[in-house]
């Protein structure tokens, strides 16, 4: 099925920094949805985005809904060690269809 | 408030047998989704209900799947017999409606040897 192209696929960064990601697609998104896995865990939402040009923020994450429909990003400031895991946009591809598609997910390993 | 429930959270078994993946909703959400997830091919949308009723399972890669929810707050996924290539981490996620955020369960990791 289709996927949303998410970039970069990993990142390895220091305790303190700012992080940030993307997602991508070639057809609109009404829904923008940013999920966070932990080992041996299931995904967890962050932050959901309902409007086009929506800016939300949740603690240090921030994402935002692109204003074309076709792409989001997520931010996350000052990266503590919890921040590890693998984070996942999705969304509803267009009006009426109700599968949520997936990003193939951001691998985010913080270097003590 | 309790979150999606599944069991078992580990299964290992042996080619050929019946496998039973269980999955409880919250309460309160009418849409219930199934998914597979692999290294190679990411979360994949096997198959999903609203209403107890199974909408779309075009996802369900072979007859040997079978998914069932007899009520608002159970759901099964079955694979029977099981293959080793079946060997994958399967989530069951639920939502207040179908275009309503998806709320996962902590998965099942299965290994068929």
């Known amino acids: 099925g289709q996927q949303l192209n998410q970039s970069p696929q990993s990142m390895f960064i220091q305790e303190g920094e700012d992080v940030s990601m993307n997602c991508t697609s070639s057809?609109?998104?009404?829904?923008w949805l940013w999920y966070k896995q932990d080992p041996g865990e299931g995904p967890v939402l962050l932050i959901a985005?309902?409007?086009?040009?929506e800016l939300t923020s949740n603690g240090r994450l921030t994402a935002q809904f692109g204003i074309t429909r076709k792409d989001s990003f997520l931010n996350i400031s000052a990266s503590i060690p919890s921040d590890v895991g693998i984070y996942f946009c999705?969304?509803?591809?267009?009006?009426?269809?109700?599968?949520?598609?997936f990003g193939t997910g951001t691998r985010l390993t913080i270097i003590p | 408030d309790a979150g999606v429930i599944q069991s078992p959270r580990h299964e290992v078994t042996e080619m050929g047998q019946e496998v039973t993946l269980r999955c409880k909703p919250i309460?309160?959400?009418?849409?219930l989704f199934w998914y597979r997830q692999t290294m190679m091919r990411g979360l994949e949308l096997l198959i999903y209900?609203?209403?107890?009723?199974?909408?779309?399972d075009s996802g369900m890669p072979e007859d040997r799947f079978s998914a069932k929810m007899p009520n608002a707050s159970f759901s099964t996924l079955k694979i029977q017999p099981s293959e080793p290539r079946d060997s994958a981490v399967y989530f069951c996620?639920?939502?207040?409606?179908?275009?309503?955020?998806?709320?996962f369960g902590p998965g099942t990791r299965l290994l068929v040897l």
């Open positions: 996620a639920s939502s207040r409606d179908l275009l309503a955020t998806q709320y």
């Open positions: 309460s309160g959400h009418n849409s």
């Open positions: 209900f609203n209403n107890n009723v199974p909408i779309d």
């Open positions: 999705a969304g509803f591809p267009n009006f009426g269809n109700e599968k949520l598609t």
């Open positions: 057809s609109i998104f009404n829904t």
């Open positions: 985005l309902y409007k086009a040009g």
